[in-house]
């Protein structure tokens, strides 16, 4: 079992930065995959960026390529999204996933691929 919590979201001006973290509990954090997604009002939760266990293969959303980066520090149960030159269609409700990675180099980005979720953190970039 794993519990994910999510901190940094806020309101940041267009082109600025944020950084989220979802801490995870439990002492297999370092063989989970993890991944982030979205959901602004009105739409459907999309994946945004996912990493495999040890951190060395990442994949992402086009629409966040060459934005966000998401890292993980696995001495600290930890996984990241930097997210820089923000833009308003950014803004959602972001939420940190998580499962067992199925091979030391595996990760996934659709919902139903993931067991675990975080409770959300709101992320507003205002124009």
């Known amino acids: 079992q794993v519990q994910l919590v999510e901190s940094g979201g806020g309101l940041v001006q267009a082109g600025g930065s944020l950084r989220l973290s979802c801490a995870a509990s439990?002492?297999?954090?370092?063989?989970?995959?993890m991944g982030w997604f979205r959901q602004a009002p009105g739409k459907e939760r999309e994946f945004v960026a996912a990493?495999?266990?040890?951190?060395?293969?990442?994949y992402y959303a086009d629409s966040v390529k060459g934005r966000f980066t998401i890292s993980r520090d696995n001495a600290k149960n930890t996984v990241y999204l930097q997210m820089n030159s923000l833009k308003p269609e950014d803004t959602a409700v972001y939420y940190c996933?998580?499962?067992?990675?199925?091979?030391?180099?595996?990760?996934?980005?659709?919902?139903?691929?993931?067991?675990?979720w975080g409770q959300g953190t709101q992320v507003t970039v205002s124009s």
């Open positions: 439990g002492s297999t954090f370092s063989y989970y995959a």
């Open positions: 990493i495999n266990w040890s951190g060395g293969s990442t």
């Open positions: 996933a998580g499962r067992r990675g199925r091979y030391s180099g595996s990760y996934y980005y659709t919902i139903n691929e993931y067991e675990y």
